[in-house]
Each structure stands twice: as C-alpha cells, then as structure tokens.
C-alpha cells in the first residue's frame, strides 16, 4: 500500500484558475445527452441526429454577427488566472460588512466571481460606454488577459500602449463596442440567480445592437421590455435636427417564468388622494363599492346586483340577494348618475364574507346612499412601472446635484447617474423584504452602491452591493479632467478614476452609517492582480535564481492574506465570508465559515501543528471541512507525509498544499 500524499495545486488544478466555463457546459450537454461522447469528444453528427428538426445548418438562416464575435465568445470562456488582494487600508468597516468594491478590469473580475457568486446575484445594473466616440472601450486579449489589464491601466511598463477611446474612424466601430460587451454579458447571466434580472442603459448609438447581443446571450422571450428613460425634457441642444431628450434602459430576466418583480412606490398625485385616518392611525381614502366605467350595467353581470339594508337605529348592515318588501331599514343598491341600476364591484358571496369591510354613507351631492370601503395606503400595491419613465428624479441634472450636495465640484465627474434611476430599477427587479445582492460591474462614480446604502437606511432593505470599476488614469492634460485631477491632488490620492467613486462611497456610508446596520456599513476593497502563486519562468541567464525561487509557491510580496482571498476565489467562498484567526501550536491558521475551511500558510508546519487543527476540527464541528497548507511549508517531507493520515483520521479528507 503506498502513502497518500497531499494534492498539490498547481498550474492545470481547476483551484487555481476561476470556473471554467467550457468544461462547465460540456459536463451539462454529457448529462443530457451522453450517447453523443465518444471517447470523452462531442459526436456531433450524433448532436444533430438527437436534435433533429431543430438544427439549422442552411447558410441563409438568420445571424447576428461581427468581426471578432468568435474570438469574444473565446474570450468569455478562457478562465481567468488573476485574483483579487485584499485592501484594509482602503475599506470601511472591513470586519463586518457584506459590501464589496472590486478595482479591476470588470471581465476578469466577472469571471474570479463565478464560484463564489454562481447564481447568487438577483440585480444587475449597468451603465456601460455609450460608444459616443469618447468613451473609454477596454480592448481584450484572451491570451493573457491579465498582463493586458495592467499595461492598458499603467500599472506596468506599458511599451507605448495607451488607454484609448473607441472612435468611429477605426473603422469597426460597432464592432469594438461589441466585442466588449459581449463576452461581459455572457459572464454575468451566470452570475444571476434563477428570478434574477438586468437592467442595461443605453443610448441611441447602441441601443440595436444592444437589444441584439441580449437577445442572443438571455434570449428573446425573456426581454421584460425597453424603457425610454427621459433624463432631460427639455432635449439635447446640441443635436441638430431632433433634440434628444431620453435614453434606453433595456430589462431583462434571466428566466421569465421565474422572473419575480416588484414596483414603484406610489407618489404624491395618488397619496394625496389617502386624506383620512382611522383610529390606528393608519392613512386610508373612501371608494364607493359601487361599479363605474362603461362596463357597469346590471346586466353585465347579474350576480352583482344585490341590496345592502342598513338599520339607522342598531347601526347594523345587512345584505340580501333578494329586495325585502316593505322594510324599515334604509335601502341602498347600486344606483348609476342617470339613475338607472348599475353593480357592484363584489360579487354577493364576496360581500356576505366581507360585511365587515365596508360601510354606508349618505352621499349629499347626489342625495343616494351609497356603501365605501376603506382602502389603505399600506397595503396598496406597487405601481406598475411603464415603458417611459418621465419621473423628475431621472432626470441627468439631479445626478450632477446630488453630487455636489456630497461634496464634490461639478466638473469632477461628468454627468453622474442620478439615484433615482437606479433606484426605480431596484424597486422593480427586488421585493421589499428581500435579502439579495445587487452588482454593477460599470460602477463610474457610484450611484448604484449610494442607492443601495440609501435604500438599506430608508427604506430598512437588506440588500448587499458588488460595484466594479476600472482604474481608469485622469488625465491633468485633458481639459475634461482637470477638476478631477486637481481633486485627487488635494485628497492625496492615485489619479484614478476608481478613487473618486471609492471616495463617494466613503462620503455616502458617513451620511448614512447610524441607519444601518453592522453588515450593510462600509465595503471591501479588492483589487484585480496578477495570482499570488509563482509560476515557472524558464530565464537561462539567470538559472541559479530561478531554482532558488522555485522551491517557493508564493511570491514574496504577497501576504497570507493576499493568498487566502485567492484561495476563497478557487475554493467558491463569498468574499465577505467570516474569517477567524487562531493560534495553533504557534502557527496562525485562518478558520473560515465556522470551520469549513482551515487555511495554515506558515513555515516550519510540525505533526503538533497538524494534530491541533484535526483538534480544531472537532471542536468547531462543521459538515465537511477543507484544508491548504503551503507545500514548502512543512518542517520536513515526513510532517507533509503524515498530515493527510491524521487529518483524515479526524475526518477531513479534502487536503491540499499550494
């Protein structure tokens, strides 16, 4: 019998990279249809033949295409082997809050988000490049992503490349935009849970090819609609035959059938109208039971036709399918403007079971009695939102003001989302009382996450916020970035744009922090580097380096904590997971979610050190647990050896080293 050895995670381990999506699918297609694998290789000539008449192979058949869909599809799919590290020193209220803002390329991000937040996200809102020419279009590169995020965004020598704008003299222009939004709208339907929805805004450049890329990547039968959102009435002064006065917000569901939305909140023309107070307080107004409209004839329906009597001397209402003859008590039955009989809105067995609920009332204009019923305002339902949306809080100036009123001069950001405008969008797509994470991965000054914190202290929501923005470079040659600049300056802060939004992020969390609770104050910082893990780079010129660096996993500048939050990413854990750190035989080791993972990344690991975490095992008693040391941190191949026998005596049978 040989010994069982530790599983190293190396290079080609699925732990060391995020979700491969290609595996993903085809392990899908292998449960619905096996008898089309030979020898673990798609058969699709066999594919064809289990599908039938629903393959389309013709030529002419209708396609959504463009130069360079085939390499973005790639892209989408190629896994990412980036990781997210840890920022203390940037976050607010790190220990306890459930929020997180992500500084990174907001495609590889997505795809570091597919373990931990697999299904698990119920509203995106976006609000990507408008490809007006000016905007700033990130360009991909599926070989390595990675190094192309950081010499696009300065952060490495860069050999010349510059961050540039999409401008329609390159000659693809539509297809650039494409290219970009494409494989990130892929990666984010996975992130939705199965009632989840997505809002995307958009303007008059994109919005056909937009609907096109949602109908191909959601599907057709799962569009919610298409909103004109009218943020300025008065139209845009620079256009030259058709001022502009909306954009689009295009709603989508992940799954119609299980799509769960809400609504508005009713406003001041339909709360006016609630002007009495009963004796709870409570707000409510009279309607009259009585039918209106052009469908209000006895006739219609007879079964709603019927008599309430009302005893002027007990206070007692009766009500009777049949007219009583000859009664004492005052008759009240439904009576049209003209006089003629109309119905009521119930059916009689509906008022029989509801007396209750209703009451007479002499109407002294139209001299007839009539019988109200009491409609609250608190139990009204939410007001369905429409196709247009001509709300005033929509409107673009209101972002500028809200801005401002934070703190920051006009010029700082250009033309922030106003509140209001994602904040309808989060009244439709979550319910009241619903614990869900909201995800906006084009975050540009914040507005999504201020509505979110604003929401949680007003409205007492429980809703998380994952907000990705890039570190885009301001600027002080540019005269559109000079305030901005001038702002970082003084605040001694990178000029990035992604500092601006974390410091509105900060300004907001301060106006609210004593209205919320624990979990929804402040946010985590992470941002999108290269993995922590060192890789083999074969440099001749250097060998006697290399070897020496070789028998080290990790690169020295990287910290426990640096590797720990890669190994949540691998592992699928929720970055805001709680993390506790223990003391064992000397050696710290970080307990996560209550024991389910145990990480220990210290050197010099002896068989005591072991045994006191099989010890911890069983004292923190979780269902399963999971195990990672350093590989070149046992004291000696002997420890390493015997590890996976006493941890495994103890139960714990997934051990890795990294």
Known sequence: MTDQIIDKITGNSPEAKSLDITQQNIEQLKQLFPDVFSENKIDFEALKAVLGEEVDDSEERYNFTWNGKAKARQIAQTPSTGTLRPCKEESVNWDTTENLFIEGDNLEVLKLLQKPYHKKVKMIYIDPPYNTGKDFVYKDDFHDNIQNYLEQTGQVDNKGNKLSTNSDTSGRYHSAWLNMIYPRLRLARNLLTDDGVIFISIDHNEINNLQSVVNEVFGEDNVLGTIANVNNPKGRSDDKFIATSHEYIIAVAKNISMAQTYGFEPEENITKRYNKVDENGKKYREIDLRKTGDSDKREDRPDMFYYFYFDQATNELTVSKEREENSSKTEIFPQKDDGTYGRWRWGFNTATKRLNDVYPKFMPTKKIWGIMEKDYLDGRPPVKPTTSWTHKDVNSERGSEQFIELGFSKEVFSRPKPIGTITRAIRVGTLPDEDCIVLDFFAGSGTTAHSVTQLNAQKSRKIRYITVQL????????????????????????????????????????????????????????????????????????????????????????????VLYEIFLRYGYDLTTPVETESVNGKQVFVVGAGALIVCLDDEITGETVEGIAKLKEELDPETTQVVFKDAGFADSNVKTNAIQILKQAGIDDVKSI
């Open 471 to 562: 570190p885009e470079p301001v600027d002080e040659s540019k005269k559109e970035d000079i305030e901005a600049v001038k702002y970082l300056q003084e605040n001694n802060k990178k000029l990035l744009l992604s500092e601006i939004t974390k410091e509105r992020l900060r300004k907001v969390d301060d106006i609210y922090r004593d209205q919320l609770t624990n979990d929804k104050k402040g946010f985590k910082v992470f941002k999108l580097a290269e993995t922590n893990i060192r890789k083999w780079d074969a440099d001749f010129d250097n060998l006697e380096l290399v070897l020496q660096q070789a028998e080290k996993s990790i690169k020295a500048d990287r910290s426990s904590e640096d």
